[in-house]
C-alpha cells in the first residue's frame, strides 16, 4: 500500500519543549517537502528536500529544523525558537501521478498544539 | 507576500450549480498550476492541474480555464454535490524552487442539497 505517513496524528507540546514530526514515503520520490497550515491562511512553504542529504529553506524556516538521511523520510523539528507553533503540519513528496510527473501527494497531517 | 491571490474566502451553492473561484499570480516564472481539495483534518488531494500551454483542461466535473496574459485561472465545477463541500486551495509552482507549492488561501465551498 504505497503513500505517505505521518506520525503522530495529534501531538501536544509544552513551551521550551523540541518535537519531531515524522513523515514517510514509499513512493520512491526524491522530492519531499512540509508545510505548515493555519486556519484562513493556506499552505505555507518551511523547508523541502529535492535529494537525500540536501534540504533548502521556505517561506517560514524560523524555528524549525529538518534533516534527509534517507531518501524515504524527511522529519520536522520544531524547536523552542518558533514562538507560534499551533498549526496543522502536512508533509508531501513529488513523484509521478496519473497525469503529471510534477504531482505532489500529501500525507494526512500531524496536529501539534502547545499548551 | 501571497503570491497567489484566491477568491472567494467561501462560497455557497445549491445541488446542481456551478461553483467558480478564481486565482491570480504575479510571477511569470510559474509554469504549473494545480487545484487541490480538502476536506476537515485531511491532507489536500490533488483535483486538476494545468500548465500555460493550455487554455482550458477538463477532468469529468472539474474544469480549469487558464489566461496566461491576464495571469488568471479559475476552477469551475459542473452539477456539484452536496459531496464537493470542502475547502479548495489554487497553487502554482516552477522548477526554479524545486516545484514547492504556493498556494492561495483557499476557498470554503458548501453546497447545499
Known amino acids: 500500500d504505497g503513500g505517505i505517513t505521518q506520525s503522530p496524528k495529534y501531538l501536544f507540546r509544552k513551551e521550551g519543549q523540541n518535537v519531531t514530526l515524522s513523515c514517510e514515503q514509499n513512493?520512491?520520490?526524491?522530492?519531499m517537502y512540509w508545510y505548515r497550515q493555519d486556519p484562513g491562511q493556506g499552505l505555507r512553504l518551511i523547508y523541502y528536500?529535492?535529494?537525500?542529504?540536501?534540504?533548502q529553506k521556505g517561506d517560514i524556516a524560523e524555528g524549525y529544523s529538518v534533516s534527509r538521511e534517507k531518501k524515504e523520510s524527511f522529519p520536522l523539528t520544531v524547536t523552542s525558537a518558533q514562538k507560534n507553533p499551533t498549526a496543522f503540519y502536512l508533509c508531501?513528496?513529488?513523484?509521478?501521478?496519473?497525469?503529471?510527473?510534477?504531482?505532489?501527494?500529501f500525507g494526512p497531517g500531524t496536529r501539534l498544539t502547545v499548551l | 507576500q501571497q503570491q497567489v491571490k484566491q477568491s472567494p474566502q467561501s462560497l455557497i451553492v445549491q445541488k446542481g450549480g456551478i461553483p467558480i473561484i478564481n486565482c491570480a499570480y504575479e510571477?511569470?516564472?510559474?509554469?504549473?498550476f494545480p487545484w487541490y481539495q480538502q476536506f476537515p483534518g485531511k491532507g489536500p488531494a490533488l483535483l486538476i492541474a494545468?500548465?500555460?500551454?493550455?487554455s482550458e483542461k477538463k477532468e469529468g466535473r472539474f474544469t480549469i480555464s487558464f489566461n496566461k496574459s491576464a495571469k488568471q485561472f479559475s476552477l469551475h465545477i459542473m452539477d456539484s454535490q452536496p459531496g464537493d463541500s470542502a475547502t479548495y486551495f489554487c497553487?502554482?509552482?516552477?522548477?526554479?524552487?524545486?516545484?514547492?507549492?504556493?498556494f492561495g488561501k483557499g476557498t470554503s465551498l458548501l453546497v447545499t442539497p
Open positions: 508531501a513528496s513529488r513523484g509521478y501521478g496519473a497525469s503529471d510527473y510534477n504531482e505532489q501527494f
Open positions: 510571477n511569470t516564472a510559474f509554469d504549473y
Open positions: 528536500s529535492q535529494i537525500v542529504n540536501d534540504f
Open positions: 494545468i500548465r500555460p500551454d493550455v
Open positions: 513512493l520512491n520520490h526524491d522530492a
Open positions: 497553487a502554482a509552482t516552477s522548477s526554479n524552487s524545486g516545484y514547492a507549492l504556493n
